[in-house]
């Protein structure tokens, strides 16, 4: 029930094209969900994150969108750029996991490919 | 600049020892935690801490201690106990009582067999 699952597992993307990435729960005690973007031999860095309460959310060409009866979360990455290759990860956080109020669930990544 | 520095880079492990990865950060956050990252399998918590002298185990604890003795650092040991430790090692910050601060990560320790 703590799962975070995410697909696809790697994507091919024209340049300009639109990314989708989507990540679904189980567990309706997470209360924030971020998403990550790393670079090979970096350490992730957070992209954009949503809470529960909202149903989208946009930064510039990234855009989350939320659908939480269903479950499911996803990123949308608009006008792909070569830059943007990568690999993403969704994430929950599980709220007062042990008394921590900030345990991230991770789902297992999705390796994008922008081709130019 | 504030940030969490990781090093080395890159370890080596020989059989039967003990190796310990840095973890620092300048950013006066509470919470460390250490992550184990592998191929298709997204990151794994091991250890957490959110105060000095305090930590917990994660998720896959087992061949891992760390200490928390000042705010700033975290150490993590793999064991000779880790049967498997060839993996991507992420240390992550966070302040703990505002729950809208995201985790910051660390550039990685790469750890390998010998």
């Known amino acids: 029930q703590q799962q975070v699952k995410q697909s696809p597992q790697s994507l091919i993307v024209q340049k300009g094209g639109i990314s989708i990435i989507n990540c679904a729960y189980e567990n309706t005690a997470f209360d924030y969900f971020p998403w990550y973007q790393q670079f090979p031999g970096k350490g992730p860095a957070l992209l954009i994150a949503?809470?529960?309460?909202?149903s989208e959310k946009k930064e510039g060409r990234f855009t989350i969108s939320f659908n939480k009866s269903a479950k499911q979360f996803s990123l949308h990455i608009m006008d792909s750029q070569p830059g943007d290759s990568a690999t993403y990860f969704c994430?929950?956080?599980?709220?007062?996991?042990?008394?921590?109020?900030?345990?991230?669930?991770f789902g297992t990544g999705t390796l994008l490919a922008v081709q130019p | 600049d504030g940030g969490i520095t990781q090093s080395p880079k890159y370890l080596f492990r020989k059989e039967g020892q003990n190796v310990t990865l840095s973890c620092e950060q300048n950013l006066n956050h509470d919470a460390m935690y250490w992550y184990r990252q592998d191929p298709g399998q997204g990151l794994r918590l091991i250890y957490y801490?959110?105060?000095?002298?305090?930590?917990q185990k994660g998720d896959i604890a087992e061949g891992y201690s760390v200490s928390r003795e000042k705010k700033e650092s975290f150490p993590l040991t793999v064991t000779s106990a880790q049967k498997n430790p060839t993996a991507f090692y992420l240390c992550a910050s966070s302040m703990v009582i505002n729950s809208n601060q995201p985790q910051h990560f660390g550039d990685g320790t790469r750890l390998s067999i010998l």
């Open positions: 949503i809470r529960p309460d909202v």
């Open positions: 801490s959110q105060i000095v002298n305090d930590f």
């Open positions: 994430a929950a956080r599980l709220l007062n996991y042990g008394g921590a109020t900030n345990k991230l669930i």
